[in-house]
């Protein structure tokens, strides 16, 4: 009997068709975006931004150019600097940074997810990127963690909601994209992403920043081992900074909230709430 169920044009039966989609959803696909199948393997690049060096004055002298291990990547990192640069506006950075291409996650992503929260806040919060509930409403942090967070925060008397900007946050992510099955970001995938955040991080003007878990750590500081570095001021993009443990982690390992709780004090400290 035929089972009407088909992969890549080839009939498959029942289990086979509960097998292949079993192997999907560990892959990381968890939902149908489309009506057709789309294979992604399967589409054309994104175009290429002219390399800095293709319209930079050419020399009559012919001296070969130094070797880049990805040009393309180079490439990609300087049209992200200059699309940040034009940048006046938050509003104005959110366009450009959504019309960059130089990220294939946008292209497997439902949403961009830029802020949320009041651009005016005396903290900005900086975690990792959308996951599969903020990809789906385009607000950063509004799953299980981003519910922590709020309650992390409004131990202290702050929250996103809050009209005052005294008492109120900022929030964004690393990644603007959500990552497929939601595996953490790739450095060159942060790299694109940094001029953008830098330029975020001026444009909001923040008194301090919250670095929650590795990423952004990674991408504001260049070092890694948040139980290490969590709890101790430092300073990103010139501004005083204190790395903390992700909400995700706070929800897996419960014992770590004690320490979170000690920099949320440290944070309401230094903020003289
Ligand atoms: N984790 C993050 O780092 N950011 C989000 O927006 C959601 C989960």
């Not at 589409?43 to 060096?53: E, F, H, N, T």
């Not at 570095?229 to 706070?250: D, I, K, Q, S, V």
């Amino acid at each position: 009997m035929e089972s009407g169920l088909t992969w890549r044009g080839a009939e498959v039966d029942g289990w086979t068709a509960l097998a292949l989609l079993e192997w999907q959803r560990e892959l990381g696909v968890d939902e149908p975006i489309l009506d057709e199948p789309l294979d992604r393997m399967d589409l054309p690049p994104p175009p290429k931004p002219v390399a800095p060096s293709a319209i930079a004055p050419q020399s009559h002298a012919a001296v070969p150019a130094p070797k880049q291990a990805e040009p393309d990547h180079a490439a990609f990192v300087a049209e992200a600097e200059a699309q940040a640069a034009k940048a006046t506006s938050l509003d104005m950075l959110a366009e450009l940074q959504s019309g960059f291409d130089g990220l294939a996650l946008k292209r497997g992503a439902r949403n961009f997810v830029f802020s949320d929260g009041n651009p005016a806040a005396r903290v900005m919060i900086i975690g990792e990127a959308p996951g599969e509930e903020e990809d789906a409403r385009g607000l950063p942090f509004v799953g299980r963690a981003g519910q922590l967070l709020d309650r992390m925060l409004a131990a202290i008397g702050l929250g996103r909601d809050v009209p005052d900007a005294a008492r109120s946050v900022y929030i964004a992510n690393v990644l603007k994209w959500r990552p497929p099955g939601n595996r953490r970001p790739q450095p060159n995938e942060v790299a694109l992403s940094l001029p953008f955040l830098r330029k975020q991080v001026e444009l909001a003007g923040p008194e301090v920043i919250l670095l929650m878990g590795n990423t952004p750590c990674a991408a504001a500081l260049n070092r890694e081992g948040i139980l290490r570095l969590r709890g101790n001021w430092t300073e990103a993009f010139g501004r005083p900074a204190l790395p903390m443990t992700h909400p995700a982690y706070l929800l897996r390992n419960p014992i770590a909230k004690k320490d979170a709780w000690a920099d949320l004090l440290s944070l309401a400290a230094k903020l003289d709430l």
